[in-house]
């Protein structure tokens, strides 16, 4: 997971370095872009930590509902596919039955 990756990164340098790939994948305008690339050069210390860490929680919490939504796909197809088999068995033990009855 990205949010593992991200929580061991302990180096200022490689902390600035992963910002700076984020912020050039994320959609928004090339100006925009410009003046948040811009702020990393002008943050201090604790500025670059908050933002990191910020930026952590965020992936963290989008990593957490991606795989409950996956859950609940596999869940949902799970459900769908016993329904289905106990309907098949329903039509088998129905024909089975309607067989019986007319020997």
């Known amino acids: 997971m990205i949010f ?4 061991k990164q302990s180096e200022r340098k490689k902390k600035i370095e992963l ?3 984020l912020i050039n994948s994320i959609h928004i305008g090339e100006d925009q872009k ?5 702020s990393l050069e002008v943050l ?3 500025g670059i ?16 509902r991606e795989l409950e939504d996956i859950q609940k796909q596999s869940f949902s197809s799970i459900a769908w596919m016993k329904k289905k088999e106990a309907e098949e068995k329903a039509q ?3 024909s ?3 067989l ?3 020997i």
């Open 4 to 7: 593992t990756f991200l929580k």
């Open 19 to 21: 910002l700076t790939i």
């Open 34 to 38: 410009y003046l948040y690339l811009q």
């Open 44 to 46: 201090d210390t604790d």
């Open 49 to 64: 930590e908050n933002l990191y860490r910020e930026i952590t929680v965020f992936v963290e919490n989008f990593e957490m």
């Open 92 to 94: 088998e033990l129905n």
């Open 96 to 98: 089975f039955g309607f």
């Open 100 to 102: 019986l009855h007319n």
